[in-house]
């Protein structure tokens, strides 16, 4: 009797079923995401925006070392990141990787910008 109970305190539970019971559990047995299950996409958010300031930063660290094929597929990666972001983020992230871009491929405006209007923009940023 003993040595029965013993076993079925050891009995290992397969992952199946404890995904199953997580499963469930979150999804309140309907279908629907419970507010526990939303924490875990705003995470997700959070940690693509990390990766993508990340990579922003990468590729300005390649571009200025003249490393443009490595600068190169890193925009392409930022363009992708960019998009699952929302708001200031993402504008910020989608013209500082054009900037990026325009210095990878060298194209520069036609008229440069009037001295005193570039002094100003070296002053606020």
């Known amino acids: 009797p003993l040595y029965q109970r013993e076993s079925k305190r050891l009995k290992p539970t397969t992952s199946a ?22 924490p875990v996409v705003l995470v997700d958010s959070q940690e693509t925006g990390i990766r993508l300031v990340h990579t922003l930063m990468a ?14 597929a890193l925009v392409k990666q930022i363009g992708f990141l960019a998009v699952s972001q929302a708001g200031a983020m993402r504008k910020v992230a989608t013209y500082f990787a054009e900037g990026l871009a ?19 923009l070296q002053m606020h940023f």
């Open 102 to 120: 325009r210095r990878i491929y060298r194209l520069y405006p036609d008229k440069p910008l009037d001295t005193s209007f570039s002094d100003i």
């Open 17 to 38: 079923t404890t995904t199953a019971n997580s499963v469930s559990s979150a999804i309140g047995g309907w279908g629907v995401p419970t507010e526990s299950a939303r």
């Open 59 to 72: 590729c300005a660290e390649a571009v200025q070392q003249e490393n443009m094929k490595l600068a190169e």
